[in-house]
Each structure stands twice: as C-alpha cells, then as structure tokens.
C-alpha cells in the first residue's frame, strides 16, 4: 500500500462527504474489520452502513447490494483493504 494511500482516500471523502472525518474514527473502524467480515454478507452490510454513517453519506439499499456483490464476484483477498477501498471509491 503506498504511503499516501489512506491519506489520499480520507482527503477524497473528507471532500466528498462536506465532513470532516479524522484519521483516529477510519483507524478505530478499520481495527474492527476482520477477514471474515468480507466474507459474511450480514457483517459486510453493516461495515458499509458504519461507513456510509460515518462519511455522512446515505447509501440506497441498492447500492449495498451492488457493493456486497462486487465484493463476492471480485474474489478479492478480504486482507487487501487497499483494494476494497479503490472499489467503493469508483462505485
């Protein structure tokens, strides 16, 4: 992950969102992700609830389907946030 990656993102939906989110709520969030949060359809849809609260941004019932099942097709290894981050981010 590059240096300026999660700075970058922030500083993206910080701009997105008109709110300010600090480093410290992404980090607290984040800790609480484990590799089988990917992995369960029920946890995953909160984590993007959490998110969606946390940038202030309401995400369409929809939306959380598209994302769930991007996730689950992408056979994206749940360790790499990376790349989950740069998928919700062109979504």
Not at 7 to 30: F, M, P, R, Y
Not at 41 to 66: C, F, G, H, W
Request: proline residues 4%.
């Amino acid at each position: 992950m590059s240096n300026n990656f999660p700075k970058d993102v922030l500083s993206a939906i910080n701009k997105k969102s008109g709110k300010q989110i600090s480093s410290g709520a992404v980090k607290k969030l984040a800790g609480q992700v484990k590799p089988s949060t990917l992995q369960n359809e029920a946890q995953l849809r909160q984590l993007i609830k959490q998110v969606s609260a946390m940038a202030n941004v309401p995400v369409s019932e929809e939306t959380i389907k598209e994302i769930v099942n991007a996730v689950k097709k992408s056979g994206m290894n749940p360790s790499n946030m990376e790349a989950l981050m740069k998928m919700m981010m062109n979504k």
